[in-house]
């Protein structure tokens, strides 16, 4: 019976220099994540992208304008006024539906987790409500409050209300219960205990809400802009595509996504100090 031939042993690796190249990984990996250059190198990567292509005409101005078309854009609209003014109105406008729907849903989140009563009579109509798309109640909204500034603000709160109803519901009803039970028997009140142990457990679930809000707040916002508005950066872009100014209307997007990191890193700013007692957000 012919035997088998296998090849010349392999050498064990040696576990010193297996653990070496480990542990230089790790520090690499850990300067990588801890550089606060890091969030900007994908930004930096899209953008030389983006000049690269207009340099070498893959992007036509038609299409995409290169970047320092948009950035004098933008610079000359700043020097005439345009873009500050209808950048404080729209900021205006989604704060004040942040405000009123974002209140509302936080109240009602937190007040139907806590009563029994209100649960069964408020949450099975919410929910039901909370399958209704925002922007088909845009007619419907204009119809009844006009184009001003009502219709807009109605049109965004209903868009932030859920995510925060939702979040503060579930935040609430995940408190350990034992915590609950812990502070009654150390003798607190009912508002003693809800500031002190229901709020801080809801608390991560509810600024998640915010996050989320403020993402939907400028998308409502973009739309009500758009379709009736006679100022904001939604009307901007809205008269540019009108008047094909490609590079006004890049100039709008990029203000929309830097107005919404600018929120969501505000709002991660807030985490960070709300919830440092927590050791799941000490290094975030």
């Known amino acids: ?47 030389a992208g983006w000049e690269a292509g207009s340099a070498t005409g893959a992007l036509p101005a ?75 109640l845009l007619p419907l909204i204009i119809l009844w409050l006009g184009i001003d500034e009502g219709a807009k ?5 209903w868009s932030v209300f859920f995510p925060l109803y939702l979040n503060s519901y579930h935040g609430v009803r995940s408190v350990d219960r034992s915590l609950l039970e812990m502070g009654r028997v150390y003798g607190m009140g009912r508002t ?6 229901t709020l801080p457990g809801a608390l991560p679930s509810i600024l998640v809400g915010i996050r989320f809000a403020l993402g939907l707040m400028w998308l409502a916002l973009i739309v009500a802009e758009t379709i009736a508005a006679s100022s904001g950066i939604g009307y901007m872009a809205n008269q540019a595509r009108e008047f094909s100014q490609t590079d006004v209307i890049v100039l709008t997007i990029v203000i929309y996504g830097a107005l919404g990191k600018l929120t969501d890193t505000a709002t991660r700013a807030a985490e960070r100090r709300l919830l440092r007692w927590n050791p799941a957000y000490g290094e975030r």
């Open 153 to 157: 603000i109605a049109l965004i709160g």
């Open 1 to 47: 019976m012919a035997s088998l031939a296998y090849g010349p042993p392999r050498r064990a690796a040696d576990p010193r220099a297996v653990a070496s190249r480990a542990a230089t990984r790790q520090i690499q990996e850990s300067r990588l994540a801890r550089s606060r250059w890091t969030p900007l190198l994908v930004p930096a990567l899209l953008l």
């Open 192 to 197: 003693t205990l809800f500031r002190r142990v």
């Open 62 to 136: 038609s299409v995409l304008p290169a970047p320092v078309a948009v950035l004098t854009a933008g610079w000359q609209l700043t020097r005439d006024g345009t873009l500050p003014t209808n950048l404080a109105i729209s900021a205006s406008r989604a704060l004040a539906g942040l405000a009123v729907g974002g209140t509302l849903g936080l109240l009602l989140g937190i007040a139907t987790a806590i009563s029994v009563g209100l649960r069964r009579l408020l949450d099975p109509t919410i929910q039901a409500l909370r399958s209704v798309p925002p922007f088909a």
